[in-house]
């Protein structure tokens, strides 16, 4: 069992920068691929970035490229996404999620998940 907890989540302007957290329990926590998915009003929940296991690979959608960044620290169990220059498009509920390590896999959908998070807001005023 993994037990996930968002933090960092708020309101910013257009072109700010926002950094989310994922705090995750239990004593496995590097045997997991994470990832981060939000979900804006009116819209299905959509992948945003994923890192494997050790931190070795790293997927992101295009909308977000070059203005996210995924990390993890396995020692501290947690895992960050930065996000820079925000868009009132980002608006969303970002989720974090946690999924067994696949060597490989570019683990960009919900089923290659196992474990969520409640949600952080995030609101981006244009």
């Known amino acids: 069992q993994v037990q996930l907890v968002e933090s960092g989540g708020g309101l910013v302007q257009a072109g700010g920068s926002l950094r989310l957290s994922c705090a995750a329990s239990?004593?496995?926590?590097?045997?997991?691929?994470m990832g981060w998915f939000r979900q804006a009003p009116g819209k299905e929940r959509e992948f945003v970035a994923t890192?494997?296991?050790?931190?070795?690979?790293?997927y992101y959608t295009d909308s977000v490229k070059g203005r996210f960044t995924i990390s993890r620290d396995n020692l501290k169990n947690t895992v960050h996404l930065q996000m820079n220059s925000l868009k009132a498009e980002d608006t969303a509920v970002y989720y974090c999620?946690?999924?067994?390590?696949?060597?490989?896999?570019?683990?960009?959908?919900?089923?290659?998940?196992?474990?969520w998070g409640q949600g952080t807001q995030v609101t981006v005023s244009s």
């Open positions: 999620a946690a999924g067994p390590a696949v060597w490989g896999s570019r683990r960009d959908s919900e089923s290659d998940y196992d474990y």
């Open positions: 239990g004593r496995t926590f590097s045997r997991y691929d």
């Open positions: 890192i494997s296991w050790n931190g070795g690979s790293l």
